[in-house]
């Protein structure tokens, strides 16, 4: 019996496929059946020969899908762009690494931030095996990490899955945030940690609450992910993502222009589509700032970057009709805002002479790097293409060295930022034509977006078109302090917060984003 339905599965299949090819406007009569466009890397930019991933798995070998150890963040080469976005892939690699019937993401060694209260107020909720990690859509305004895609906005696939975001701590984090609360930490900046001496006080009052710190070495860590429904994503690219199980809001959508939430949960598996890696390490209290995307997320604007042979090569923007967040990739109008979350009743609004729908997604800086001018972006690349190619680089070194059918192959390190020296960020970015290469200027691919978590505000769009438009531009403060409050947003209402037990009080309204089933 099995395999005769097996048969007939792969006849629809074939039928299916044949009648999409048939089709004479070219429409796809069932997205279940249609590859998802891709990004494509150029391949002949210059090997890093030296990186081998072996010394990063746990047994020594590259594993298929195997587990990867975490950066050592103590032992920090604070040297070349390169160490920085090593840094970033490995960690990411181990974030995503299986343990225990999971990954890494979802054990003990995390926990969810919880969106904001009546109170404003964040808690902490420690993983459980039994437990379902919880996801809301975009909530707050951009310095929340439920407003990622912009100032509220929400963002949704061209599928019609609404985009879902979690936000995670790790351990050392939490412990970091815990004894600042009760003004228990044993070193005098009390900025995060970055050495040794500073690691070991929050272990020490980490062992005086009976915890112990389970990889300590990778210091403070903060994650903003995103994710989609996996039962809109195409039949044949389902197993290219890494997927969890998750809470997120119902709504009722009976109306096109507003959606309003039922108050009920319901548990979905959710695809990871995007995800912020900020960690401290040594001689970088600002903390490193990477993000990475699915392949199949969106077309990427053109670029430059230079090959082997010390060529200058141009990219043509990203064509085809099918990304995940973008169905024709060549409309000129793009990233346009169609709905935000309400200020009544928490209901996704439809904008003004719109209806709740998705919109074409672009990713207008391939790699973090303004794409309209050759401006040295860092003191190490004298140009917007040497600063690409390093990129492409380390992505092509990584993702090569994985074994086929590695589901982690499938996603793409944009690039990643910090500040010149590791002082306190200014807010500006790198720049010897503005004169701006003070310490505390934003290094690296200074100008970093993520196309599903700051769609809206990426450097050429409309909203924030400035030359200073890097991370640091809203995660610093006026008195340009190198301090937690600073630097993450949701620091201040963590220490509001509390870390939600099984008994622990919670707020009414929070309760159906912040629960387990």
Same mark, same amino acid.
Request: hydrophobic share 35%; net charge positive; charged share 20%.
């Given at each position: 019996?099995?395999?005769?339905?097996?048969k007939?599965?792969e006849?629809?299949?074939?039928?299916?496929?044949?009648?999409?090819?048939?089709?004479?406007?070219?429409?796809v009569?069932?997205?279940?059946?249609?590859?998802?466009?891709?990004?494509?890397?150029?391949?002949?930019?210059?090997?890093?020969?030296?990186?081998?991933l072996n010394?990063?798995?746990?047994?020594?070998?590259?594993?298929?899908?195997?587990?990867?150890?975490?950066?050592?963040?103590?032992a920090?080469?604070?040297?070349?762009?390169?160490?920085f976005?090593?840094?970033?892939?490995?960690?990411?690699?181990?974030i995503?690494?299986?343990?225990?019937?999971t990954?890494?993401?979802e054990?003990r060694?995390?926990?969810?931030?919880?969106?904001?209260?009546?109170?404003?107020?964040?808690?902490?909720?420690?993983?459980?095996s039994?437990?379902?990690?919880?996801?809301?859509?975009?909530?707050?305004?951009?310095?929340?990490e439920? !407003?990622?895609?912009?100032?509220?906005?929400?963002?949704?696939?061209?599928? !019609?899955?609404?985009?879902?975001?979690?936000?995670?701590?790790?351990?050392?984090?939490?412990q970091?945030?815990?004894?600042?609360?009760?003004?228990s930490?044993?070193?005098?900046?009390?900025?995060?940690?970055?050495?040794?001496?500073?690691?070991?006080?929050?272990?020490?009052?980490?062992?005086?609450?009976g915890?112990?710190?389970?990889?300590?070495?990778?210091?403070?860590?903060?994650?903003?992910?995103?994710?989609?429904?996996?039962?809109?994503?195409?039949?044949?690219?389902?197993t290219?993502?890494?997927?969890?199980?998750?809470?997120?809001?119902?709504?009722?959508?009976?109306?096109?222009?507003?959606?309003?939430?039922?108050?009920?949960?319901?548990?979905?598996?959710?695809?990871?589509i995007?995800?912020?890696?900020?960690?401290?390490?040594?001689?970088?209290?600002?903390?490193i700032?990477?993000?990475?995307?699915?392949?199949?997320?969106?077309?990427?604007?053109?670029?430059?970057?230079?090959?082997?042979?010390?060529?200058?090569?141009?990219?043509?923007?990203?064509?085809?009709?099918?990304?995940?967040?973008?169905?024709?990739?060549?409309?000129?109008?793009?990233?346009?805002?169609?709905?935000?979350?309400?200020?009544?009743?928490?209901?996704?609004?439809?904008?003004?002479?719109k209806?709740?729908?998705?919109?074409?997604?672009?990713?207008?800086?391939?790699?973090?790097v303004?794409?309209?001018?050759?401006?040295?972006?860092?003191?190490?690349n004298?140009?917007t293409?040497?600063?690409?190619?390093?990129?492409?680089?380390?992505?092509?070194?990584?993702?090569?060295?994985?074994?086929?059918?590695?589901?982690?192959?499938?996603?793409?390190?944009?690039?990643?930022?910090?500040?010149?020296?590791?002082?306190?960020?200014?807010?500006?970015?790198?720049?010897?034509?503005?004169?701006q290469t003070?310490?505390?200027?934003?290094v690296?691919?200074s100008?970093?977006?993520?196309?599903?978590?700051?769609?809206?505000?990426?450097y050429?769009?409309?909203?924030?078109?400035?030359?200073n438009?890097?991370?640091?531009?809203?995660?610093?403060?006026?008195?340009?302090?190198?301090?937690?409050?600073?630097?993450?947003?949701?620091?201040s209402?963590?220490?509001?917060?509390?870390?939600?037990?099984?008994?622990?009080?919670?707020?009414?309204?929070a309760?159906?984003?912040?629960?387990y089933?």
């Open positions: 019996m099995k395999k005769t339905v097996l007939f599965s006849i629809l299949v074939l039928f299916l496929l044949i009648m999409t090819s048939c089709n004479k406007d070219n429409k009569i069932s997205s279940g059946y249609t590859t998802l466009d891709y990004t494509k890397l150029p391949t002949d930019v210059e090997k890093i020969p030296y990186l081998k010394n990063w798995f746990v047994h020594a070998n590259v594993i298929l899908n195997g587990e990867v150890l975490p950066a050592n963040s103590v920090f080469n604070n040297g070349t762009n390169i160490d976005y090593e840094w970033s892939e490995q960690m990411f690699l181990w995503t690494s299986p343990q225990d019937s990954i890494v993401l054990t060694e995390f926990y969810t931030v919880s969106p904001p209260d009546s109170l404003k107020k964040r808690n902490l909720i420690p993983h459980h039994t437990k379902t990690l919880s996801a809301s859509v975009n909530i707050m305004k951009l310095d929340s439920e !407003g990622q895609a912009g100032d509220g906005d929400v963002l949704m696939s061209k599928e !019609g899955s609404l985009i879902y975001y979690i936000t995670f701590v790790n351990d050392v984090y939490a970091f945030l815990t004894a600042g609360k009760q003004d930490i044993k070193y005098p900046n009390k900025k995060f940690p970055t050495t040794q001496t500073e690691l070991d006080a929050i272990k020490a009052f980490a062992k005086g609450n915890e112990t710190l389970k990889s300590p070495n990778t210091l403070s860590m903060e994650l903003k992910t995103s994710w989609v429904d996996l039962a809109t994503i195409p039949t044949v690219n389902k290219d993502y890494i997927t969890v199980k998750a809470n997120v809001p119902i709504y009722d959508k009976k109306i096109d222009t507003i959606w309003t939430p039922t108050g009920n949960t319901e548990t979905k598996t959710l695809a990871l995007g995800m912020h890696v900020v960690g401290s390490v040594n001689g970088h209290p600002e903390m700032w990477a993000t990475f995307e699915h392949q199949h997320n969106s077309p990427s604007l053109g670029y430059k970057y230079i090959d082997a042979n010390k060529q200058t090569r141009t990219i043509a923007a990203d064509t085809g009709d099918n990304w995940l967040l973008n169905k024709k990739s060549t409309d000129t109008v793009f990233n346009i805002v169609n709905m935000k979350y309400g200020k009544t009743d928490n209901a996704i609004e439809a904008k003004a002479g209806t709740i729908t998705a919109s074409n997604t672009k990713r207008i800086n391939a790699f973090g303004a794409y309209d001018n050759d401006y040295a972006p860092n003191n190490e004298n140009s293409a040497a600063s690409n190619s390093q990129i492409i680089a380390i992505n092509n070194t990584v993702r090569n060295q994985l074994i086929k059918g590695d589901v982690r192959k499938n996603y793409i390190f944009i690039g990643a930022t910090w500040t010149q020296k590791g002082a306190a960020p200014t807010g500006k970015s790198y720049s010897v034509e503005r004169k003070s310490p505390g200027v934003a690296g691919a100008q970093l977006a993520n196309s599903t978590m700051e769609t809206y505000f990426q050429g769009a409309k909203k924030f078109n400035t030359s438009a890097s991370c640091f531009a809203c995660h610093s403060n006026s008195l340009h302090q190198n301090t937690p409050n600073a630097l993450s947003h949701i620091y209402e963590l220490k509001l917060g509390t870390i939600i037990t099984a008994n622990s009080p919670i707020d009414s309204k309760l159906a984003t912040i629960s089933k």
